[in-house]
């Protein structure tokens, strides 16, 4: 069965600062990863996808993220972190055989000025 | 020109009664989704319908109902509300079950029951 782990539940850093969220998935085959922030009472917005190719994956807002097959890591990052990124952070994986987008369960990120 | 509307927005009700929450979507998707997240944020797969064929049913109370009249629409019937169904109900579609759409799946902007 496919799982997703996000073992931070907060993530706290200064604006301007570099921030990474992490997550790691179990998956059978190649997986489809996914990234997706909420915001307060907000639906999720798509930031970035990894489905093949190039291991760094740039998105949405200046995230990116890299896929690390080995570690089977999905980890997200920023270079410079806003306040505004300030949201609650959910990663996905999805096997090839087209099951239903499973989640973590979600990391808090808190970006103070 | 919404891509996946939910209603309604808010729903307030009490113990025992039966709602509904609509979904449609307009991207010509094939596959529809319902998902709960909880109080915790926890979310959670309930369903899934591909052109109006339930492909996804995970363990749910048989209360809940979902209904898709067409690939459009997929609607969430609860039967005999509980305390412990407050929570959000997200709608969400892809391309169809097999191949993605390029942000994988659009959600809803979420549907917050309470119950009391």
């Known amino acids: 069965a496919q799982s997703v782990a996000q073992p931070e539940d907060q993530v706290n850093v200064a604006e301007g600062n570099p921030l990474t969220v992490k997550c790691t998935y179990s998956?059978?085959?190649?997986?489809?990863l996914f990234w997706y922030v909420q915001y307060p009472n907000r639906g999720l917005q798509f930031l970035l996808k990894y489905i093949t190719g190039d291991n760094l994956v740039k998105g949405s807002y200046g995230f990116e993220a890299e896929f690390n097959k080995s570690q089977t890591s999905f980890h997200l990052k920023k270079p410079s972190a806003l306040v505004s990124d300030s949201a609650l952070y959910f990663c996905?994986?999805?096997?090839?055989?087209?099951?239903?987008?499973?989640f973590g369960k979600g990391t808090t990120l808190s970006v103070s000025s | 020109d919404t891509a996946v509307s939910q209603t309604p927005k808010y729903l307030v009700t009490q113990m025992g009664n039966d709602k509904s929450i609509k979904c449609e979507q307009n991207l010509g998707h094939d596959t529809m989704y319902w998902y709960k997240q909880d109080s915790k944020k926890f979310l959670k797969i309930m369903f899934s319908?591909?052109?109006?064929?339930?492909?996804i049913n995970e363990t749910v109370p048989n209360r809940f109902s979902p209904k898709s009249p067409d690939k459009a629409h997929l609607n969430l019937h609860i039967n005999s509300l509980e305390l412990g169904d407050s929570a959000v109900y997200f709608c969400?579609?892809?391309?169809?079950?097999?191949?993605?759409?390029?942000?994988?799946?659009?959600f809803g902007s979420g549907t917050r029951l309470t119950v009391v």
């Open positions: 996905a994986v999805r096997d090839q055989a087209g099951t239903a987008l499973i």
């Open positions: 998956v059978s085959g190649n997986p489809y």
């Open positions: 319908y591909n052109n109006k064929e339930l492909i």
């Open positions: 969400a579609s892809s391309l169809d079950q097999g191949q993605l759409n390029p942000y994988g799946y659009t």
